[in-house]
């Protein structure tokens, strides 16, 4: 097989495996409480990830690099997936994708509001105040399915502007040279964060066993194995064989994957008021994502020229 035919199977699976796992979480969340249900998906998948990264020689991990992804997990995993799978509770499962979506228009303000002050264009300025015009459109009374609820869709805001801030913090984490170990180490601290939470929020006392339904457990199987695994593999191998350009595509795609998904699978409707919002901060993304590329390949081609 090709490298380009692998990149594309695996751009693919990073497209509709991720873009699935809003409906998985949705179908999980239904018998099973949020945080727990997060953190046994990722201590499972973490382990998982762990043993094979050190089987194919990884090296063990030192206590900082532990610290380290305490640390990001607690941002990513605990807070930014935390709040979608409670969420999730209350809002459609697109629209949940939809908002998670919205990750790059926070990072680029967080960006500029801290030690980096890194100014955005003209053109992506414009797209960020787009993108929140149609957060804004969204969340008006009759906005999405009608069934959103105001605490989920803060929920949501809350856990896109976390995850935001753990993608920037990992930028100077100490990591693992192991990628996979890097991302293992991840799930299986995001994981603890997760039981400890719903242990505190009483969740644990909820879960009734006889009621869980299969469902719920196909859902979470999905989010173990084709969601923390498959995909998570299929990315990581991405980063390092094909152009990020195209790797960050992901980011636009995985809401409209959740979005017909939801609409095919779990009969999630979407207003015309929803769409043109959805419409609006897709657009947003896809601006900010190719010019941020393109700004930074400019970048690269005047340190490389010759002064």
Not at 35 to 46: K, T
Not at 281 to 305: D, H, K, P, Q, W
Request: glycine share 12%; charged share 10%; aromatic share 8%.
């Amino acid at each position: 097989m090709s490298k380009r035919i692998k990149v594309l199977c695996a751009l693919v699976s990073v497209y509709v495996l991720w873009g699935g796992t809003y409906l998985g979480i949705r179908l999980a969340v239904q018998t099973i409480p949020p945080f727990l249900m997060g953190g046994i998906r990722f201590l499972v998948a973490g382990g998982a990830v762990y043993l094979y990264a050190r089987a194919t020689g990884a090296a063990r991990p030192r206590r900082e690099h532990w610290r380290d992804a305490g640390i990001t997990s607690g941002l990513l995993l605990l807070g930014g997936n935390g709040m979608v799978c409670w969420a999730e509770q209350l809002v459609p499962s697109g629209i949940a994708a939809l908002m998670a979506g919205t990750v790059p228009l926070w990072m680029l303000v967080l960006g500029f509001l801290g030690r980096a002050r890194a100014r955005p264009s003209v053109l992506t300025l414009g797209a960020i105040l787009l993108g929140f015009a149609g957060i804004a459109l969204l969340a008006l009374p009759g906005g999405g399915s009608g069934r959103i609820q105001p605490v989920g869709f803060a929920a949501l805001v809350a856990g896109s502007l976390l995850w935001s801030l753990g993608s920037l913090y990992s930028r100077r984490a100490r990591v693992p040279a192991s990628p996979l170990l890097s991302v293992s180490l991840q799930m299986i601290l995001g994981g603890a964060l997760m039981l400890l939470a719903s242990l505190l929020l009483g969740e644990w006392p909820r879960l009734d066993l006889a009621r869980v339904t299969t469902r719920s457990l196909l859902g979470m199987g999905y989010l173990v194995l084709f969601g923390s695994i498959v995909a998570f593999s299929a990315y990581i191998w991405l980063l390092k064989n094909a152009d990020t350009t195209w790797v960050s595509t992901y980011a636009f795609v995985n809401p409209i994957v959740a979005l017909f998904l939801g609409f095919v699978l779990a009969g999630e409707q979407l207003t015309a008021h929803a769409m043109w919002a959805t419409g609006i901060i897709l657009g947003s993304v896809v601006v900010i994502t190719v010019n941020r590329s393109r700004e930074a390949s400019a970048i690269r081609r005047r340190s490389s020229s010759p002064s």
